[in-house]
């Protein structure tokens, strides 16, 4: 029996292009989730795997579909074999089910982490020239250097709490404190 998995990380995102390819390949039984292909924790796939029996192929759109890491691919695929079960993916027209099936899909499987390896590497080259070029990333501080002089200058004042100074700052007091560590008791010593 072949089995499909189909997998989309967002709820923005359908199923339907890998359901349809999946039918057509002749998936029985289909097993769909919305998860991000990193999460270990993919009820539909355990699900899928724990429903195969020897003899079956568990069939996807596309290996990343399957998996994110090429380990994680290899030792799903591996513990198919293990248990009589084949592998197929659509898009790399691989079958595990042949000798030349098992070599294709490492070789897919390493280039598919080269790609995702060489994409992190030229975001990380990005965000570097970007920092050198003065371009700030992240989260906007929640304080600026008046606002966290301001709330100095308050914090002195006994008369006034700190969920006062920190709505008058518009933060919570946990943010307050972040900027300004030991509060009121720093400053009144």
């Given at each position: ?81 293990h248990?009589?079960?084949g ?64 709330a ?28 300004l ?9």
């Open positions: 029996m072949k089995v499909g998995y189909a997998r989309v990380s967002t709820n923005q995102q359908d199923t339907a292009l890998q359901t349809d390819a999946l039918e057509a390949a002749g998936c029985e039984k289909l097993f769909e989730e919305t998860a991000s292909g990193a999460q270990k924790d993919r009820p539909a796939l355990v699900s899928a795997l724990n429903f195969m029996r020897e003899g079956d192929t568990l069939v996807v759109w596309k290996l990343d579909r399957l998996a994110r890491s090429t380990r994680q691919l290899i030792e799903t695929v591996e513990d198919l074999e248990r009589g079960i592998f197929q993916s659509l898009k790399e027209n691989i079958d595990t089910t042949s000798p030349g099936g098992r070599l294709i899909f490492h070789v897919f499987a390493a280039l598919a982490e080269f790609e995702r390896d060489m994409i992190r590497e030229r975001t990380k080259a990005g965000l570097e020239s970007a920092r050198k070029r003065g371009a700030v990333s992240g989260r906007p501080k929640a304080m600026d250097d008046g606002s966290i002089a301001m100095r200058a308050m914090m002195a004042d006994p008369t006034i709490s700190v969920a006062a100074i920190a709505s008058k700052c518009g933060v919570s007091a946990a943010t307050l404190y972040r900027y560590p030991g509060g009121k008791a720093t400053l009144t010593k």
